[in-house]
């Protein structure tokens, strides 16, 4: 008999065992189901090990996933006026046992700022104080992560490290960018791995400078298959692509979704286009395409001002339950439960307004 079930019975003191022998083998069907045709025989009468019910149930770990959170601009203003942009969601955020996001601004107060492009971010090291406690990992595999150069890029990796949150999709050099952000919990390993396809190619990190990962298919399948071989029980690509303001992934997203999952992955997660773009199952694991904004102002559509966050259960089978909660921004580019009465364009006017044409690969105004 499988060990699952047998340990598992094993907990039951013996005098309970045969009266309640049809609900002990119903309680374990989430973890055992294979076994549930099978009849216990004599092993249900062995001594009771009280723990290994109890690691059973923690064997499923709960994630949580928020897209592009950027914090300079208007939710860097809210910050130092006091506010938490954390505070409305904090019970998604205490539930989790991991909870990551993408940081879509470097956290720095030296660096130069890219004169080639015309939305460069850059926040202020007290907003650290805010993802400390919120955040276990940040993927700073994205357009932006660059726009202060290596010194910002490189300063915010710091300041995330001593804030005890990992930084991943980026390194100190390219074998360091494709590392996967790996957390054990409950025994199993999880790793999340963090790409960036969206212009410029010039952050990504080289043989021996800084910089992100880049979405190179090779290397995704690459990196996938080096971390089940290094006993991840789970593989999450958490991916920057597709085009801006589109509510559908492209032909691109879907093939290298599907390219990923054949390679290994559980499920793959993705942000970036400022709005949500449906999801759906391949060999019945979850994409979700794009998570959208979860703190990001200066945006005059409401599809650009819902995000989603997405709550995903996981065991050593793989994802067992997923959901999706809207948050809705408000004028200070903060999420919110209920959509917010006043248009955040009206409260933002020092911000530049969305380009007329949308933002493409290749336009330079990308956000
Ligand atoms: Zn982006």
Redesign the pocket.
């Known amino acids: 008999m499988p060990a699952l079930s047998f340990s598992s019975l094993r907990y039951r003191p013996r005098s309970r065992i045969s009266g309640f022998l049809g609900i002990a083998v119903l309680s374990l069907s989430f973890f055992a189901q294979p076994v549930l045709a099978e009849t216990p025989k004599e092993e249900v009468v062995a001594e009771p090990m009280a723990v290994n019910l109890a690691e059973q149930v923690s064997a499923v770990v709960r994630l949580l996933f928020v897209g592009?959170v950027m914090l300079a601009d208007g939710p860097g203003r809210a910050i130092a006026g006091g506010r938490d942009p954390f505070a409305e969601f904090a019970d998604e955020f205490g539930q989790a046992d991991i909870r990551i996001g993408n940081l879509?601004s470097p956290i720095a107060s030296g660096g130069k700022a890219d004169a080639e492009k015309l939305y460069v971010f850059r926040a202020s090291p007290a907003v650290i104080d805010r993802l400390s406690g919120r955040f276990d990992a940040l993927s700073i595999a994205?357009?932006?992560a660059g726009d202060y150069g290596h010194e910002a890029f490189l300063e915010t990796a710091t300041l995330l490290d001593i804030a005890g949150i990992k930084a991943f999709g980026g390194g100190r050099n390219l074998a360091e960018a494709h590392q996967p952000f790996i957390i054990e919990r409950s025994k199993l390993k999880i790793a999340v791995l963090g790409y960036n396809e969206?212009k410029p190619r010039a952050f990504e990190a080289g043989p021996d400078w800084p910089g992100i990962a880049w979405s190179e298919d090779s290397h995704v399948v690459r990196d996938i298959r080096a971390a089940r071989a290094a006993g991840a029980d789970i593989v999450i690509p958490f991916m920057?692509w597709g085009w801006e303001g589109e509510r559908s992934p492209s032909a691109r997203q879907r093939q290298l979704a599907r390219l990923m999952i054949d390679a290994g992955a559980d499920a793959v997660v993705g942000?970036?286009p400022h709005v949500t773009q449906g999801s759906e199952t391949y060999k019945g694991k979850p994409i979700v395409y794009s998570l959208g904004n979860f703190v990001f102002d200066g945006f005059d559509t409401d599809a650009e001002r819902e995000g989603w966050l997405l709550r995903l259960t996981v065991s050593k089978e793989g994802v067992r339950h997923w959901e999706t909660v809207s948050a809705y921004l408000d004028a200070d580019g903060l999420p919110r439960r209920a959509k917010p009465a006043v248009p955040a364009a009206a409260a933002s006017p020092t911000v530049p307004a969305t380009p007329a044409t949308p933002a493409t690969p290749e336009a330079p105004a990308?956000?």
């Open positions: 592009d879509e994205n357009n932006h969206y920057h942000s970036h990308a956000r």
